[in-house]
């Protein structure tokens, strides 16, 4: 038995298949769209020798920010997590925004993020590093934590080679502007040292509440800024990207008269907060969207789309990211028996056990996570998937499988879930908000047998549960309507709980995602 969290850096993930289709766009695009599927926001990524690295917020759910590797930005795999045991000691929620940066003189990787502050309890940029994006990272905590929050860090090189990090001041949390900032960094990362000295803020009719997600590329004698703006994550997003330049990194900045340069199309909607890097001579952003038909049931995917340039050096996008990837891809099966897989996540606030092995997963139970229990879960990654777990009830433990979202739309809102679980002789359909759980239908079944629990979803959130026992499949409850559920700025988990006491475990032997 696991006595601490099990660290997942060895892990691999494949996240894509081989192309199997050319698309005929402007660009020639011959990859299938998202390339980072499912709940990936905020994505960064840079380039090391032969290798691209990429990374994405993680909201509230550990490992945090996972580290994916590609030779061509379009298959990746999953190799580390910045923090695959936990949050740091100072840190209590909100991860966000990571962007790593590659030191080429240090031979380091330094990996900027976002968190709040257990103590001031203030939106902070801190930074982490590590000799390689495959290694180990240290943490070095927090560099700025403004009133109103610091968050969206990036770093850059002036034109004389200084160090500097860029961030936002979350002015429009409390109703002001949101200056982007730039400030000189020590060569170890460790501290902002300098003036501060801001490059531009939310001054035009299009970028509404907030300008954001700063990323800073060069070429044609400028620097140049993608920069995110309007709301990024809840039902209502508007989310849309615009683009600045400069002769200098500090400025004075010059907003292209054509913005926003990425906005909504036929297959992709409020998308943003994105990073720029170069293959093969051509600039490309990895930025994340809403699928117009996923919606926020499945979060914000990483797409992928190629810079095009104006005749006076602007750049732009087409705006004709599709939606290529199959069905087959997004397929998941764990039997437990080597390891965990990495993919799998859990509330960064528990200190989840476990153990793998011949037998599948034993994991321990818990009436933590606002009384939903243990969960184990990971993203979804399309609207209509079947959900199995093949469970040995034991009559302690209620070994289940949920849907995991908020108990409301509202930024913040605790976790809260509805699912199927089994315990004894019972077959549960449940739904447990704001600490509360109710019973929505239950079902009898014979005693020492195993249990295959079944989770549908059509359209993102109609959710049908039964259960397959000696053969039989029994029906347990109506559809379900679970948009309700759907938390803010990320998209539904897929769970497995183990609810109880703390000397019991729920028994899973293999789970299905297809």
């Known amino acids: 038995m696991n006595t601490s969290m099990t660290p997942l850096r060895a892990g691999i993930l494949l996240l894509l298949l081989t192309v199997v289709t050319q698309i005929s766009f402007a660009q020639n695009r011959g990859f299938d769209n998202p390339v980072l599927a499912g709940d990936r926001p905020d994505p960064t990524v840079i380039k090391i020798g032969n290798y691209y690295y990429a990374s994405a917020t993680s909201n509230e759910w550990a490992p945090l920010f996972p580290i994916f590797k590609s030779t061509d930005l379009i298959n990746w795999e999953l190799v580390n997590y910045i923090f695959p045991d936990g949050a740091p000691e100072w840190a209590k929620n909100n991860f966000w925004a990571p962007e790593l940066s590659f030191d080429e003189e240090q031979g380091k990787i330094y990996a900027y993020y976002t968190a709040r502050d257990k103590e001031s309890n203030r939106l902070s940029v801190a930074v982490a590093s590590a000799d390689s994006p495959e290694s180990k990272f240290t943490d070095h905590g927090p560099l700025v934590a403004q009133e109103f929050g610091s968050i969206d860090a990036f770093e850059a090189r002036d034109e004389n080679g200084k160090i500097y990090v860029l961030w936002k001041e979350d002015g429009n949390s409390k109703g002001q502007k949101t200056p982007i900032w730039a400030q000189e960094v020590n060569n170890e990362r460790t501290e902002l040292i300098g003036e501060m000295h801001e490059l531009f803020r939310n001054d035009q009719p299009w970028e509404g509440g907030l300008v954001e997600g700063v990323a800073i590329f060069q070429k044609n004698g400028y620097f140049y800024a993608t920069y995110s703006a309007r709301g990024c994550c809840e039902i209502t997003c508007d989310y849309v990207t615009g683009v600045a330049r400069s002769k200098s990194l500090l400025g004075p900045w010059e907003k292209y008269e054509m913005n926003p340069v990425l906005k909504d199309n036929d297959n992709w909607k409020c998308a943003g907060h994105g990073t720029v890097v170069e293959k093969d001579g051509d600039f490309w952003m990895l930025y994340h969207a809403y699928n117009t038909e996923g919606s926020v049931y499945v979060g914000r995917q990483g797409v992928l789309e190629k810079i095009e340039w104006t005749d006076n050096n602007w750049p732009v996008l087409a705006n004709n990211a599709g939606y290529e990837r199959s069905k087959a891809s997004l397929e998941f099966t764990d039997n437990f028996k080597r390891r965990l897989d990495p993919v799998w996540q859990w509330r960064v606030t528990q200190d989840i056990q476990y153990e793998t092995g011949k037998k599948g997963l034993k994991l321990q139970a818990s009436e933590e996570n606002e009384n939903l229990g243990t969960l184990l879960v990971q993203g979804t990654k399309s609207l209509d998937y079947h959900y199995e777990a093949t469970v040995a009830p034991d009559g302690i433990a209620a070994a289940g499988l949920a849907v995991i979202g908020g108990a409301n739309n509202g930024f913040g809102a605790p976790p809260a879930g509805m699912g199927i679980s089994v315990k004894g002789n019972q077959l549960i359909l449940w739904e447990t908000i704001n600490q509360q759980t109710r019973e929505i239908a239950t079902e009898t079944i014979p005693t020492g047998k195993e249990v295959k629990l079944i989770l549908s979803m059509k359209e993102g959130y109609k959710m049908t549960t039964s259960a397959l026992i000696d053969g039989q499949t029994i029906q347990v409850g109506e559809e379900q309507d679970v948009k309700h559920l ?28 297809y």
């Open 486 to 513: 759907v938390p803010w700025g990320m998209g539904f988990r897929l769970g497995l709980v183990a609810k109880g006491a703390t000397d019991s475990y729920a028994h899973f032997k293999e789970v299905r995602i």
